[in-house]
T-cell receptor, first 116, second 111 residues
Framework: NAGVTQTPKFRILKIGQSMTLQCTQDMNHNYMYWYRQDPGMGLKLIYYSVGAGITDKGEVPNGYNVSRSTTEDFPLRLELAAPSQTSVYFC???????????????FGPGTRLTVL | GNSVTQMEGPVTLSEEAFLTINCTYTATGYPSLFWYVQYPGEGLQLLLKATKADDKGSNKGFEATYRKETTSFHLEKGSVQVSDSAVYFCALTSGNTPLVFGKGTRLSVIA
């Protein structure tokens, strides 16, 4: 199993450009998440999904959009990139236990984005 | 709401020293508690977890015990190595809520 894969690994954008960060998991997990990690800081949840066709906002959703058309894929779209979006972005996935609680989250290797 | 507070770093230790990283939490219901580790340039990976009170999670010489009475989940290791240098995150989830992370504690171990 590849686990959680993210592309690209690195990207530099100009202010106002758009891009999509790709995330794919092959563990058949129903939960998927996007986080950002600013230098020296913890993780902040951007969006998450509890299954195909269902998404919800996290702590810092402004400036981002997501979709979940399949179980495997959860792309994150940045529209009109701004310097404040310079960060490392992590995708994660997890399985839900029968009683509704979440099991361990598995993280991808991250995408380092710089907006100039 | 749910929250996690962990001790601020950085923490610098000599090899073979004893490690404690404190973590306390606030949560509704019966949370599951986790410690994740992030090595330089990598994503987070699960170090250990505990899903109910008095459970002890352990892995790679690290341990943490789920203490409901003190709402704590402190991470300990008896003898750290240089290879343990990383950032450690305490986290919790309760019901179907997403994981809530602490701010992370950077550990540096010197030979």
């Amino acid at each position: 199993n590849a686990g959680v894969t993210q592309t690209p690994k690195f990207r530099i954008l100009k202010i106002g450009q758009s891009m999509t960060l790709q995330c794919t998991q092959d563990m058949n997990h129903n939960y998927m998440y996007w986080y950002r990690q600013d230098p020296g800081m913890g993780l902040k949840l951007i969006y998450y999904s509890v299954g195909a066709g269902i998404t919800d906002k996290g702590e810092v959703p402004n400036g981002y959009n997501v979709s979940r058309s399949t179980t495997e894929d959860f792309p994150l779209r940045l529209e009109l990139a701004a310097p404040s979006q310079t960060s490392v972005y992590f995708c994660a996935s997890s399985y839900s236990l029968p009683q509704g609680a979440q099991d361990t989250q598995y993280f991808g290797p991250g995408t380092r984005l710089t907006v100039l | 709401g749910n929250s996690v507070t962990q001790m601020e770093g950085p923490v610098t230790l000599s090899e073979e020293a004893f490690l404690t990283i404190n973590c306390t939490y606030t949560a509704t219901g019966y949370p599951s508690l986790f410690w994740y580790v992030q090595y330089p340039g990598e994503g987070l990976q699960l170090l250990l977890k505990a899903t109910k009170a008095d459970d002890k999670g352990s892995n790679k010489g690290f341990e943490a015990t789920y203490r409901k009475e003190t709402t704590s989940f402190h991470l300990e290791k008896g003898s750290v190595q240089v290879s343990d240098s990383a950032v450690y995150f305490c986290a919790l989830t309760s019901g179907n809520t997403p994981l809530v992370f602490g701010k992370g504690t950077r550990l540096s171990v010197i030979a």
